[in-house]
């Protein structure tokens, strides 16, 4: 169904961004499996190598938009699978502090090994300059969004959960 009202750029914009996520995700399942991983896992251990401190899930969560819940059965996978451990937080004594093994180091180099070569396809077909306003775009996008979201959410409006496992 096409639109012609002035919201139907980003509505088209909100439609691209699912498509590629589902693609996004069914990729990085093909092209970590062989490693042991799951897109889910390969997510919450590149929250973690590519933040400079360690993260409790609460923040894992926010920062990748999906629910505690869903992280906490991550990390609780990958606890189980040795790739991440728990370490005291300073500063909360229940929200323990989620770090990477010298395993799940070595896991998350893979999968950054294992995706590569789509990194490269993705990074020729479209350049840098591209990618880099793009993620420009996303980043307002998604402030928009959580500057929209926050007096309903500060009101307790319902949420709907987001599964990443």
């Known amino acids: 169904m096409s639109d012609q009202t002035s919201s139907a750029p ?17 990729a990085g399942n093909a092209l970590v499996r062989p490693i042991g991983l799951t ?9 973690l190598g590519f933040s ?16 505690r819940q869903a992280v906490q059965r991550v ?7 040795g790739l991440v451990s728990q370490q005291p937080n300073p500063h909360h004594q229940r929200a323990k ?24 396809a993705i990074l020729d077909r ?6 880099v306003a793009a993620i420009a775009v996303l980043r307002e996008m998604n402030a928009a969004i959580a500057d929209s979201l ?10 709907t959960p987001k599964d990443i496992a």
Do not use: C, K, Y
């Open 10 to 26: 980003v509505r088209d914009l909100a439609l691209a961004v699912f498509e590629t996520n589902g693609r996004l995700v069914d």
């Open 39 to 47: 897109t889910a896992w390969w997510q919450v251990l590149g929250a």
């Open 52 to 67: 400079p401190h360690p993260l409790p899930v609460a923040h894992i969560a926010r920062n990748m938009g999906l629910t």
């Open 75 to 81: 990390v609780d996978l990958l606890i189980a699978n």
């Open 97 to 120: 502090l989620i770090v990477l093994t010298a395993v799940g180091w070595a896991a998350l180099a893979g999968a950054e090994t294992a995706v590569a070569p789509l990194d490269q």
């Open 126 to 131: 479209i350049g840098t300059d591209r990618i």
């Open 150 to 159: 926050s007096p309903m959410t500060d009101a307790a409006a319902p949420s």
